[in-house]
């Protein structure tokens, strides 16, 4: 095992719950796991090229969610947009006052069955999230 997957196992060894993966970071990320790939062409790519590659997919999946399309990423999952039609409500500081909200389009993610097992199959993720909620209970 080289270097850099010993790394890329490192950086996943401990369990951070709810911790912020941001965009520089998985960047950083993407392009360990592509230096760490077998395939030649992969492994040359420079990080440049890896947040290049990163955008024009992050572009193309709004892209076709903006026309309406379903989006299924293989072992990720489906990303898919969701009519929400515009209702009336009342609000709780004022029960006479109706509220009424427009009528939207979100986008819906639906998660792959082998991501999902991976994460629930975690131990210890689960012991972590545990843990987080053993301790925000004892705060109240």
Do not use: W
Request: glycine share 4%; proline share 3%.
């Amino acid at each position: 095992m080289g270097s850099k997957e010993k790394n890329l196992e490192n950086l996943f060894k401990n369990v951070s719950v709810d911790e912020l993966l941001t965009n520089a970071q998985f960047v950083e990320l993407f392009t360990e796991q592509l230096h760490a790939s077998s395939s030649e062409e992969l492994s040359s790519l420079s990080k440049t090229a890896a947040k290049e590659a990163y955008a024009v997919l992050i572009a193309t999946l709004g892209q076709a969610l903006s026309a309406g399309r379903k989006v299924r990423i293989k072992d990720l999952g489906t990303f898919s947009t969701r009519y929400r039609p515009s209702r009336v409500f009342r609000t709780p500081h004022d029960p006479n006052a109706k509220v009424e909200t427009p009528e939207t389009v979100g986008v819906h993610f639906s998660i792959a069955t082998g991501l999902k097992q991976r994460v629930q199959n975690n131990t210890a993720l689960v012991t972590a999230h545990a843990k987080l909620a053993n301790k925000a209970a004892k705060k109240k």
